[in-house]
């Protein structure tokens, strides 16, 4: 299982950024995801996740409204929108997959800083 995170950097609060996932080595289209994040201090949380199908998202409540998650089966790649960040969104971003033997692999992450 290969994950690769991208799409991370310096964005003003307000803005938006859109992160990218990457993955090989497994079946995509059978494999639930997530998005978690760590930010400096705090331990990693999940932020959303989506399943196999894409039909059923989750979010946690901070990001409600403001994130989406979504995933392309054809192309092995999942997806974060973020809009309206704001400066306590500034963390790394780690995709993760678990697949329908119940492995879980992680990305190397990519970071994000929200800041005037």
């Known amino acids: 299982v290969h994950l690769v995170e991208s799409g991370g950097g310096l964005v003003q609060p307000g803005g938006s950024l859109r992160l990218s996932c990457a993955a090989s080595?497994?079946?995509?289209?059978?494999?639930?995801l997530t998005w978690h994040r760590q930010a400096p201090g705090k331990e990693r949380e999940l932020v959303a996740s989506?399943?196999?199908?894409?039909?059923?998202?989750t979010y946690a409540d901070p990001v409600k409204g403001r994130f989406t998650i979504s995933r392309d089966n054809t192309k092995n790649m999942v997806y974060l929108q973020m809009n309206s960040l704001k400066p306590e969104d500034t963390a790394v971003y780690y995709c993760s997959a678990t697949t329908i033997a119940r492995v879980t692999s992680w990305g190397q992450g990519t970071q994000v800083t929200v800041s005037r």
């Open positions: 989506i399943s196999g199908g894409g039909v059923t998202t």
């Open positions: 080595g497994f079946t995509f289209s059978r494999a639930g």
